[in-house]
């Protein structure tokens, strides 16, 4: 994947999507925080280097946290770009940020049915955007 595609827009969307799954259950929880923050020191090279780009996905996360956003709301915002930006979302993209979103969601011991609907739904997002028509 070509740098360029991860800019500040991506890296602000993955701060959607992170909020999302974190919020799927209406609360966030200091694990889950933990674990977006484990994520995102740790993210692998098909989500280009978050690390690097830290600050801007922290401070989306801060203005999510203080609008108060739905974590629907953050999913549809996220599932807008990512359908205008398919082009982006290789297998190997898609297949990192499920990874990354299990690992928010099972941070806090098992995952809860909220929870569980929202990553069923990143799959079904993520799956549709190579799919071949």
Same mark, same amino acid.
């Given at each position: ?17 992170? /909020? &999302?799954? @974190? +919020? ?11 674990? $977006?923050?484990?994520?995102? !020191? ?38 807008? /770009? &990512?359908? @205008? +930006? ?11 940020? $499920?990874?990354?979103?299990? !690992? ?30």
């Amino acid at each position: 994947m070509k740098s360029e595609y991860f800019n500040t827009t991506f890296y602000e969307n993955i701060a959607l999507l992170f /909020y &999302a799954v @974190a +919020n799927a259950d209406k609360k966030i929880v200091i694990e889950e925080k933990r674990s $977006i923050i484990e994520v995102i !020191k740790n993210s692998s090279a098909e989500l280009g280097n978050l690390s690097d780009n830290e600050e801007a996905i922290y401070e989306a996360l801060r203005n999510l946290i203080k609008d108060n956003v739905t974590s629907d709301e953050a999913f549809e915002q996220f599932s807008h /770009y &990512a359908t @205008a +930006n398919k082009h982006i979302f290789t297998k190997e993209t898609s297949d990192a940020l $499920i990874h990354a979103a299990h !690992k928010i969601a099972g941070s806090k011991s098992d995952k809860n049915k909220s929870e569980l609907i929202f990553l069923a739904k990143l799959n079904i997002l993520l799956s549709s955007l190579h799919e071949k028509k």
